[in-house]
């Protein structure tokens, strides 16, 4: 199975190693932990670092996710993508449009689009992207400013879409009850793993409460 039909097929789990939300914490060891603990996908965002940092640390975590079969997204940076050879790009509202990164990126990669609204997934649907991340679905720590979706809002994009959609956005473990009716469910979380005491199990239990959500 190609990354990308395992994306659309069986991806239910989404970790996003933001390096400003992980508190210093090692990037490479959460993800190996994640990774033993059932992550379908990973993500680098990484705002603050320098591109060559960025390139480093991203070559360092692809490495590792190669190994496991688990595909590595890089947030919005395409130059970064391009150059560790990623998996895929994740692009936001006002970042470089999907039309240009598939071009440059080739069919073969993946490519999510943020949304924050049932208008941008409408629009989404004519894009050449392969995922959307919609949200932020309840109030985060990552976006204070902005507004929360909803889980209303999530059913309604879920029956909409043709594409995969990953919730996001101030989801927790506590809150996955939350979600009683959106099927199929996808979860995005950053904190809920990367600040855990123990990233594998934490990722463990997150995979078995989606199945019964």
């Keep these: 199975m190609t990354l990308k039909k395992k994306l659309s097929s069986a991806s239910r ?12 914490n090692d990037l490479k060891k959460i993800l190996i932990q ?8 990973v993500q680098l ?6 591109t060559k940092d960025t390139i480093r640390l991203g070559a360092k975590l692809l490495e590792v996710c190669r190994k496991a079969g688990i595909p590595l997204i890089i947030n919005d940076r395409l130059d970064v993508a391009l150059a560790i050879d990623a998996d895929g790009l994740h692009v936001g509202q006002d970042d470089l449009p999907v039309r240009y990164a598939r071009k440059m990126l080739g069919r073969q990669k993946i490519i999510g689009i943020s949304c924050h609204s049932i208008k941008n ?21 990552t976006k204070p400013w902005a507004h929360a979706t909803g ?31 959106c099927k199929p469910l996808r979860i ?3 904190r809920e793993i990367c600040l ?17 959500v």
């Design 121 to 141: 997934v409408i629009a989404a649907q004519k894009e050449k992207c392969d995922y959307l991340g919609f949200g932020p679905v309840f109030k985060t720590l």
């Design 34 to 41: 994640a990774i033993a603990g059932g992550i379908d996908i």
């Design 13 to 24: 789990l989404y970790l996003i190693l933001d390096k400003d939300a992980c508190a210093g």
């Design 196 to 212: 855990a005491r123990n990233p594998k199990e934490t990722t463990k239990r997150l995979k078995e409460k989606i199945k019964h």
């Design 188 to 190: 995005a979380v950053i």
């Design 45 to 50: 965002r990484d705002k603050s670092s320098s």
């Design 151 to 181: 889980v209303k809002a999530l059913r309604k994009a879920l029956r909409i879409s043709k594409k995969p959609i990953f919730a996001i956005g101030g989801i927790t473990e506590k809150k996955l009850s939350a979600f009683n009716g």
